[in-house]
């Protein structure tokens, strides 16, 4: 692989539209001039918000050549991304990391909070293959629900939301691991897709582990480069990068993470608990 298409080439795009997902978050869509860009479930960008800072975002939409990240402000970058208006220039490079698998035939793709941004590509390529999805989205309340009008709206025999949030503001009242495993109970799946919290992921890579479920996750971690340079988001003790041997990983690699579900590393590198 060349330096370049592992670097990713920079490329400066303007936002195009803005959807507003719920009271939190937003939805940036832009045009990416590459003829031939793909974009697989579960890939990442690197957004570059001008005189900020350089940051990696999931990727929630994409319908060539119009790409779009789904942003909830929790930080400087993320706050000045999220302030972005319509016409105003923001830099991109990317795609990058690993992708969901998308051969299941009966799936259950869990999402928690913001975790679901990269869920949504996930369920219509699932869906477009003929499988049946039933998507679980998860957050602390109603309002910090991702995509709820979108899918509330969706028409598809084929497809089954549920919901459930801590307040009992909507759906299940708990937390999505309890939703997931009373789901479980009744009902057989071949495949388990999720992304959010590490530790509610944790609880579901449990649960795979029990019913004999394949899983796969998404995890997040801080990340400088996005293409393997850094080292920053490194997994102990198996020394995988998520930006470049993830972000997405099967519940068989991640029994080998002892890190899973237990640290994490600050902008120094230093770990944390979670």
Same mark, same amino acid.
């Given at each position: 692989?060349?330096?370049?298409?592992?670097?990713?080439?920079?490329?400066?795009?303007?936002?195009?539209?803005?959807?507003?997902?719920?009271?939190?978050?937003?939805?940036?869509?832009?045009?990416?001039?590459?003829?031939?860009?793909?974009?697989?479930?579960?890939?990442?960008?690197?957004?570059?918000?001008?005189?900020?800072?350089?940051?990696?975002?999931?990727?929630?939409?994409?319908?060539?050549?119009?790409?779009?990240?789904?942003?909830?402000?929790?930080?400087?970058?993320?706050?000045?991304?999220?302030?972005?208006?319509?016409?105003?220039?923001?830099?991109?490079?990317?795609?990058?990391?690993?992708?969901?698998?998308?051969?299941?035939?009966?799936?259950?793709?869990?999402?928690?909070?913001?975790?679901?941004?990269?869920?949504?590509?996930?369920?219509?390529? $699932?869906?477009?293959? +003929?499988?049946? !999805?039933? %998507?679980?989205?998860?957050?602390? =309340?109603?309002?910090? &629900? @991702?995509?709820?009008?979108?899918?509330?709206?969706?028409?598809?025999?084929?497809?089954?939301?549920?919901?459930?949030?801590?307040?009992?503001?909507?759906?299940?009242?708990?937390?999505?691991?309890?939703?997931?495993?009373?789901?479980?109970?009744?009902?057989?799946?071949?495949?388990?897709?999720?992304?959010?919290?590490?530790?509610?992921?944790?609880?579901?890579?449990?649960?795979?582990?029990?019913?004999?479920?394949?899983?796969?996750?998404?995890?997040?971690?801080?990340?400088?480069?996005?293409?393997?340079?850094?080292?920053?988001?490194? $997994?102990?003790?198996? +020394?995988?990068? !998520?930006? %470049?041997?993830?972000?997405?990983? =099967?519940?068989?690699? &991640? @029994?080998?993470?002892?890190?899973?579900?237990?640290?994490?590393?600050?902008?120094?590198?230093?770990?944390?608990?979670?």
């Amino acid at each position: 692989m060349s330096v370049e298409r592992r670097m990713g080439v920079p490329t400066s795009v303007r936002v195009s539209e803005i959807i507003r997902e719920n009271k939190t978050t937003s939805t940036l869509l832009f045009q990416h001039e590459a003829d031939d860009l793909t974009v697989e479930p579960g890939q990442f960008f690197m957004i570059w918000i001008p005189g900020i800072d350089e940051i990696p975002m999931s990727i929630s939409y994409w319908d060539s050549p119009v790409a779009g990240v789904s942003v909830l402000p929790v930080g400087d970058a993320t706050s000045a991304l999220a302030s972005q208006q319509v016409g105003e220039w923001i830099g991109v490079r990317g795609p990058f990391g690993t992708s969901f698998s998308t051969d299941a035939k009966k799936a259950l793709v869990v999402g928690g909070g913001i975790g679901t941004a990269p869920l949504r590509l996930l369920v219509h390529d $699932l869906l477009a293959r +003929g499988a049946d !999805v039933t %998507l679980l989205l998860a957050a602390r =309340t109603k309002d910090s &629900l @991702l995509f709820l009008k979108e899918f509330s709206t969706l028409r598809d025999e084929a497809f089954h939301l549920l919901t459930a949030t801590d307040d009992g503001s909507e759906g299940f009242k708990g937390l999505a691991t309890e939703a997931a495993e009373g789901l479980l109970e009744k009902e057989s799946f071949d495949a388990i897709y999720t992304c959010g919290p590490e530790l509610m992921m944790v609880g579901l890579h449990r649960l795979a582990q029990e019913k004999r479920i394949h899983f796969e996750a998404s995890l997040e971690r801080h990340m400088k480069c996005g293409c393997g340079i850094c080292g920053s988001c490194v $997994l102990d003790p198996t +020394g995988e990068l !998520v930006c %470049l041997d993830g972000p997405v990983f =099967t519940g068989e690699r &991640l @029994l080998n993470i002892t890190d899973f579900g237990k640290y994490e590393r600050d902008e120094m590198g230093r770990k944390k608990k979670f």
